[in-house]
Structure formats: C-alpha cells, structure tokens
C-alpha cells in the first residue's frame, strides 16, 4: 500500500496551492483520507479529513474556510485545495489512511498509512 503525495511548493501569503495524493495497494474509496501537516520543531497536526464517500469532511480550526478536502475514488485520489494562504502554513504536508474506518478522525494515531510528504512553504 503507498501514498504518493505531491503538489507543493513556494507561494507567496495569499496564494493559492493544490495538493494531490494518489493512492495504490488497496481501493481507497472504501475508506476517509486524511491531510495532516508538520512545521520544522513542531508536532505533526491534524488539517483535514473526508469520510469514503465524500460527503463528511472535518477540518482543523486554523484552516476551517480556507482549505477544501475533496476525493476522487475513480482515480483513488484525494486533494487539498489551499487558499489565502499564510506564513503559518509553512510545513510538510502528509496524506494518510486508516486501515478500515469509513470516517477520519483528527487523531494520526487512527491513520495506518501514510504518503512520504510534500513541503509547502509560504513567503510573508
């Protein structure tokens, strides 16, 4: 099973970015996806989830109205559509998936795979 993420890269603040994540292994539409994201000396944290169907999605406060989570299980694709982007949201970005469940949680430890990570740094 593998998570290929990718679509990162150096914005200014107030731009916009799309990140990709292609999965392979396993049909990932059966199950949510999840965006997590880690900023050098930080922990990593939850950004974005989106249950297997799409029609449940959850997002952190701090991109809530900014970022958009969607999915296409056709593809076995999930993305991050990142707008008004900040200095703050400078970090590596993975994508992840559980091993069963058809609903994301904001805890990584619910996530049993996960993408090798693209870098998004934004410039003030």
């Known amino acids: 099973v593998q998570l290929q993420a990718c679509g990162g890269g150096l914005v200014q603040a107030g731009g916009s970015l799309r990140l990709s994540c292609v999965g392979s292994?396993?049909?990932?539409?059966?199950?949510?996806m999840g965006w997590f994201r880690q900023a050098p000396g930080k922990e990593r944290e939850f950004v974005a989830t989106?249950?297997?169907?799409?029609?449940?999605?959850d997002y952190s406060e701090s991109v809530k109205g900014r970022f958009t989570i969607s999915r296409d299980n056709g593809k076995n694709a999930v993305y991050l559509q990142m707008n008004s982007l900040k200095p703050e949201d400078t970090a590596v970005y993975y994508c992840?998936?559980?091993?069963?469940?058809?609903?994301?949680?904001?805890?990584?430890?619910?996530?049993?795979?996960w993408g090798q990570g693209t870098l998004v740094t934004v410039s003030s």
């Open positions: 292994g396993r049909t990932f539409s059966r199950y949510a």
């Open positions: 989106i249950s297997w169907k799409g029609g449940t999605t």
């Open positions: 992840a998936a559980p091993r069963s469940a058809s609903f994301g949680s904001q805890w990584s430890s619910s996530y049993e795979y």
